[in-house]
């Protein structure tokens, strides 16, 4: 079935580091991909997502590729803040036309000043 | 602009005790999920409903029950509660457009902190 693994965390960096969280996903057919992010007590809230193969999609400075050819969606940002101290989920959109996803296990990104 | 509201938030249960967690959504969405999640597994898909009067199984629906009487809410029933079931539920909703389920946002409650003892 579908899947989808994340790099574990968690990831500690400076304030301006670039960031890279790895996802990579088992997939039949052409499934949305999506980032989401979860603050310190709250829910879960989407980032960005990506349609179809080598869409970009950006928000709030992050940007993740959907790279069909090797099956990944990494998430990038160039420089981050302390306020970008989060869990971030990758997902995909699964099969079947019924909104279901399939989370990744979560990466845990702490930003320290 | 109330989105997704979960009751409760936190509630700690004994072992073999029955409740009831409420989700209300205000967006007029057609389909509803609910998700757990646990430390190291990401969410899993307990239960969800593509309409009012409909429900069906997730990933992991064992333990609980669910029902959608109206449109605007979401109930999950745990009838008997394991300490297995101690996790942080999250109830989500989405409004597809036609032919466009697959890429469309779930938009999420706060989640509730369930401990079962």
């Known amino acids: 079935g579908n899947s989808v693994t994340q790099m574990e965390g968690p990831v500690t960096l400076s304030e301006e580091a670039f960031l890279t969280i790895n996802c990579t996903y088992t997939?039949?057919?052409?499934?949305?991909l999506f980032w989401y992010v979860q603050y310190p007590g709250e829910g879960l809230q989407l980032l960005l997502k990506?349609?179809?193969?080598?869409d970009k999609g950006s928000n709030k400075g992050f940007e993740a590729t959907y790279r069909k050819e090797t099956t990944s969606f990494h998430l990038e940002k160039g420089s981050v803040q302390v306020s970008d101290s989060a869990v971030y989920f990758c997902?995909?959109?699964?099969?079947?036309?019924?909104?279901?996803?399939?989370f990744g296990q979560g990466t845990t990104l702490q930003v320290k000043p | 602009n109330a989105g997704v509201t979960q009751t409760p938030k936190f509630r700690v249960l004994k072992t073999g005790q029955s409740m009831t967690l409420l989700c209300a959504q205000d967006?007029?969405?057609?389909?509803m999920y609910w998700y757990r999640q646990d430390p190291g597994m990401g969410l899993r898909l307990i239960h969800y409903?593509?309409?009012?009067?409909?429900?069906a199984k997730g990933e992991v629906p064992d333990g609980y029950n669910v029902s959608r009487l109206k449109k605007q809410n979401f109930l999950l029933g745990l009838e008997s509660a394991a300490p297995s079931q101690t996790s942080v539920y999250f109830c989500?909703?989405?409004?597809?457009?036609?032919?466009?389920?697959?890429?469309?946002?779930?938009?999420f409650g706060q989640g509730t902190r369930l401990t079962v003892v």
């Open positions: 989500a909703s989405s409004y597809p457009k036609s032919g466009q389920l697959h890429n469309t946002e779930a938009f």
């Open positions: 409903s593509v309409g009012e009067g409909t429900t």
């Open positions: 997902a995909l959109s699964d099969s079947g036309n019924t909104g279901k996803l399939i």
């Open positions: 990506a349609t179809k193969a080598d």
């Open positions: 997939a039949t057919g052409y499934p949305s």
């Open positions: 967006m007029n969405h057609e389909y």
